[in-house]
């Protein structure tokens, strides 16, 4: 188990953790808000991290291949769930993201049947990296409804992209079905 191996289990094991702390936020209590907020930044920094060190020291293994994004899946997709919850997010928007990520997991296991690993796209990383954006400014509180509704359209809009980007680029992984 490397670095960023490690680095991506604590981000999975920092979830439970938000998700405890997370719930009392949008009552207006402060401090979980902004520890709810830090745990989630420190997790969202794993990610980037990990890929980093892995590309850097070539510590790239299937397993971040794998983990890696199923890691940040189960971050992201827990926070808007909670989200959902405390009413700080559309829940059409969740469900749009949520099916995209069951969309491509099921490539994935298609994928890994074939013993073919697909690694994150670029469109897949700014998906992520658009997602978790929102999910830090809609617990920081500080922008007004509207630029975080433009926050949310941005994310949904780069979570479709992504989809039909991995879903054109492993149409492939369809012929034998």
Do not use: H
């Not at 920092?14 to 830090?38: E, K, N, Q, V, W």
């Not at 590309?55 to 926070?79: E, I």
């Not at 409804?145 to 941005?154: D, I, Q, R």
Request: positive net charge; proline residues 5%; charged residues 15%.
């Amino acid at each position: 188990m490397n670095l960023p191996n490690k680095l991506t289990v604590l981000r999975v094991c920092l979830i439970p953790l938000f998700l405890i702390l997370y719930p009392y936020a949008p009552l207006g209590d402060p401090l979980s808000r902004y520890l709810a907020l830090a745990v989630f930044v420190i997790a969202a920094v794993t990610d980037a991290l990990d890929g980093y060190i892995a590309r850097s020291r070539n510590l790239v293994t299937n397993f971040g291949k794998l983990m890696d994004p199923l890691a940040d899946k189960l971050l992201v997709t827990a926070a808007l769930v909670a989200m959902v919850q405390g009413a700080e997010l559309p829940a059409w928007v969740v469900a749009i993201i949520i099916s995209r990520e069951f969309l491509i997991t099921g490539f994935r296991m298609l994928a890994l049947e074939k013993n073919i690993v697909i690694a994150a796209s670029a469109w897949g990383k700014a998906k992520t990296i658009s997602q978790m954006l929102m999910i830090i400014f809609v617990l920081l509180n500080v922008l007004p409804e509207l630029a975080e509704t433009m926050l949310a359209a941005v994310a949904t809009l780069l979570t479709l992209i992504s989809a039909v980007d991995y879903v054109l680029k492993n149409k492939s992984l369809l012929k034998d079905l």
